[in-house]
């Protein structure tokens, strides 16, 4: 697996993030930043919630049938319910999934959240299977909460 070391990763994040005046912007930074940075990230994307559904923002992959998501599906759906991180090591061996590729075979989701309220969410598929770890995990929760600062609190 190839990639740059996470201090590196975030700290590049936060310079486009300052650097990007505008929010959608942002979140389009940020998603490159990460596509481009870990070779297992093999689609990121960024969903924001709207009442109760998770609506896709920007991202940089293959097109996905799941522009939107209600809180009560897919592993993106119970990510935001349970207002925690989700990984999934083997996508086809949970019930949750919502499949997006048919390469896909691992998948984490990290809430952006503010205090407690629930922004949206970092979504990554990894072609490789159990291809994210705490690593990743902190990485991505650290880039979450960078991201607060530039989204709207989107309640229903
Ligand atoms: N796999 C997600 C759906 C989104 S696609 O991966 C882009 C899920 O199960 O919620």
């Given amino acids: 697996m ?17 650097a990007e005046p505008d929010a ?11 596509k481009s940075a870990v070779s297992d990230y093999t689609w990121v994307g960024i ?26 599906r897919g592993i993106c759906g119970a990510a935001a319910t349970e207002k925690a991180t989700i990984i999934v090591d083997d996508v086809n061996a949970d019930a949750r999934y919502l499949a997006c ?11 952006i959240m503010r205090d407690s309220e629930v922004l949206g969410e970092i979504d990554i598929d990894s072609d490789r299977p159990a291809a994210f770890g705490p690593d990743d995990r902190t ?15 989107r309640r229903a």
Avoid: F
Wanted: no cysteine.
């Fill in 139 to 153: 990485l991505l929760e650290s880039v979450a909460a960078l991201l607060v600062s530039r989204l709207d609190s």
């Fill in 47 to 72: 969903y924001l919630l709207d009442g109760d559904e998770l609506v896709l923002g920007p991202y940089v992959g293959k097109p996905s049938p799941h522009t939107r998501i209600p809180l009560g």
């Fill in 101 to 111: 590729s048919i390469e896909t075979k691992s998948e984490i989701v990290v809430p």
């Fill in 24 to 34: 959608t912007g942002a979140l389009t930074r940020a998603v490159e930043i990460l």
């Fill in 2 to 18: 190839s990639r740059r070391p996470h201090a590196q990763i975030l700290e590049a994040t936060r310079r486009a993030l300052d």
